[in-house]
């Protein structure tokens, strides 16, 4: 099992920036933590990719935040960052940390965090 914690959204203007955490705590049946990233869902609209790493640093972005946004992770802490510059009113929306993880017995399981809610004003 493994329980993703959230924490930094907010309320920002239009130009401003943020930065969400994200920490992993792993269960003793997980054996390691994969991949780890971010997901936002605005109102409406289905859940989409924001940005994910790899547990060797690949990461990779949605087109709309390249160059905007910027994830990182510590291996060593299961904790996983997305700076977020020059937000604009649509990246309003809540954000989701998610995972992949190994399990003991070599099964991949994904995980999600509980959401934060992020919103930009105009």
């Known amino acids: 099992q493994v329980q993703l914690v959230e924490s930094g959204g907010g309320l920002v203007q239009a130009g401003g920036s943020l930065r969400l955490s994200c920490a992993a705590s792993?269960?003793?049946?997980?054996?390691?933590?994969?991949?780890m990233g971010w997901y936002r869902q605005a109102p409406g609209k289905q859940r989409e990719l924001v940005a994910t790493?790899?547990?060797?640093?690949?990461?990779n972005y949605s087109d709309s935040v390249k160059g905007r946004f910027t994830i990182s992770r510590d291996n060593a802490k299961n904790t996983v960052s997305l700076q977020m510059n020059r937000l604009q009113p649509e990246d309003t929306g809540v954000y989701y940390c998610?995972?992949?993880?190994?399990?003991?017995?070599?099964?991949?399981?994904?995980?999600w965090g509980q959401g934060t809610q992020v919103t930009v004003s105009s």
């Open positions: 998610w995972t992949i993880a190994t399990g003991l017995g070599g099964g991949r399981f994904q995980y």
């Open positions: 790493v790899t547990s060797g640093d690949i990461t």
């Open positions: 792993v269960g003793r049946s997980m054996f390691s933590i994969n991949s």
